[in-house]
């Protein structure tokens, strides 16, 4: 049994909104993978919950009129990865979130909580920023749609509104089209580990496949909140690919990251992983690109 | 607020079923406590150990942190349905038998249940792909090895393949 004060069930969307409304006090609850696990810690202990888990009209990936992918916030990490628009478009965003938690939780944890909990080390959450992902917030006074970057204020603290709950990931047409991208998830250990440095970089070579025309570097554990290395791409953009461009990029990104020592890295040793996976990171998304060192 | 309960109707092991359950209920504590599904362990009881794990709708989940009143509708398969018409185990338990894939016991029945969705996906997979899809579980005993070898021999086999040499 779990410690709840009350439990509320959204039928439909607007059913949800009006529970918030009715109860702003209820913590949300998608997948549970986070939420009942802090219940259980006593963290969330006695809580009210409104649950929206049973809305299945907000699971699925599609190709919306704008021609977005839109990935529903409660599909689930394993339905991202088998996914095949993920596949074809955005391969780096299923084998990302194919590296959260073990089988059974990536069958329960969606994308919506996993960005939802303003986690730093959310394993979508570097490649959602590196996408230049859209967040779509729907509530009583309609649909909000802002940048990922905007979505997140602090470590733990998203721009959820009263009301408010989200309905969707998008990744507009302009962020995915010609765009290659690896992610890598630095751990103690392959299973049930949290990150402690994820790096996503990808890249949009000129048409020779000679130039970089596009570098977007995001990473996760790299401060409080998942963040874009804007140094280290206006360095990148528009030289040349070539190993010493490649060097010099991995060695930019310390201009912009601001690692922290916790019990589970000090900050030399994250600094020291993040060049090393801006590096790897680079060259693979090359490779994928089409593009030859 | 008093006591909330909810109904739930779902299929359990290839029967329908109906139940008024507590809110505040794991899927764990239905199963075992209004059904007496005992195969469905409490182990960590925060989805790391993967002692609980059952199938719902064919994707294996930890029953731990999965609410009982999100059942409604779906179709739930714990160990006991793979019992035999006469108590005959099937061919995954006889093979962790046969393994010694088993000391304790206690993590037993979520393995065989995560390899049960392995093996009814009809995929040959590699060794290091056994070993990511049965990540999600904790075994103290016997150090994976011999679990491994088990699942893997029952693929061969249903598929009716030569298991390469190791």
Redesign the interface.
């Given at each position: 049994m779990y410690d709840m004060k009350a439990y509320y069930e959204s039928e439909s969307v607007q059913h949800a909104i009006e529970l918030r409304l009715a109860h702003p006090e209820a913590h949300i609850i998608a997948g549970g993978s986070d939420v009942l696990v802090q219940m259980r810690e006593g963290k969330r202990a006695g809580v009210e919950l409104i649950s929206i888990f049973m809305l299945d009209e907000l699971r699925g990936v599609t190709i919306d009129e704008e021609e977005n992918i839109r990935i529903g916030s409660l599909t689930s990490f394993s339905h991202i990865t088998k996914n095949p628009i993920i596949q074809q478009y955005i391969n780096v965003l299923g084998e990302a979130v194919d590296q959260v938690g073990g089988p059974q939780i990536r069958n329960i944890g969606t994308i919506g909580g996993n960005t939802c909990n303003g986690v730093t080390s959310a394993d979508s959450a570097s490649t959602l920023h590196a996408w230049e992902a859209i967040v779509e917030l729907t509530g009583p006074k309609g649909v909000r749609r802002i940048p990922i970057k905007d979505f997140y204020l602090k470590a733990k603290v998203v721009d959820i509104r009263e009301g408010e709950i989200q309905t969707a990931i998008l990744i507009p047409k302009a962020s995915y089209e010609n765009t290659y991208g690896y992610y890598i998830k630095y751990a103690m250990r392959n299973a049930l580990d949290i990150a402690t440095n994820g790096c996503s970089v990808n890249v949009r070579l000129s048409e020779d496949k000679k130039t970089f025309d596009r570098v977007r570097v995001a990473y996760g554990v790299a401060g409080p909140v998942p963040m874009r290395c804007p140094n280290t791409e206006a360095f990148i953009n528009g030289k040349e690919v070539t190993m010493e461009n490649i060097e010099a990029f991995a060695q930019k990104v310390l201009e912009d990251i601001n690692p922290r020592d916790s019990w589970r890295a000090s900050k030399a040793l994250r600094q020291h992983v993040a060049v090393e996976s801006a590096k790897r990171c680079i060259i693979e998304s090359v490779k994928r690109a089409g593009g030859e060192l | 607020?008093g006591k909330?309960y909810?109904l739930v109707r779902y299929n359990l092991n290839g029967k329908d079923v109906e139940q008024m359950v507590?809110?505040?209920?794991?899927l764990t504590?239905m199963l075992r406590n209004d059904y007496r599904m005992t195969s469905v362990k409490k182990g960590c009881?925060?989805?790391?150990c993967?002692a609980c794990?059952v199938l719902i709708n064919g994707?294996?989940?930890?029953s731990c942190?999965?609410?009982a009143?999100?059942a409604?509708g779906k179709k739930i398969r714990t160990l006991e349905s793979l019992l035999g018409p006469n108590g005959e185990l099937a061919d995954i338990q006889q093979a962790f038998i046969d393994e010694a894939a088993i000391q304790c016991g206690f993590c037993t029945p979520g393995f065989i249940m995560?390899s049960v969705e392995i093996l009814e996906s009809g995929k040959e997979y590699t060794d290091a792909e056994l070993r990511?899809?049965?990540?999600?579980?904790l075994c103290r005993c016997t150090g994976y090895e011999n679990i491994i070898r088990a699942v893997k021999k029952t693929m061969y086999k249903r598929l009716g393949k030569e298991m390469p040499q190791e």
């Open positions: - | 607020m909330q909810k507590d809110v505040r209920a794991s504590d009881e925060v989805g790391e993967g794990t994707e294996a989940f930890n942190i999965y609410l009143v999100w409604d995560s990511k899809l049965l990540s999600g579980h």
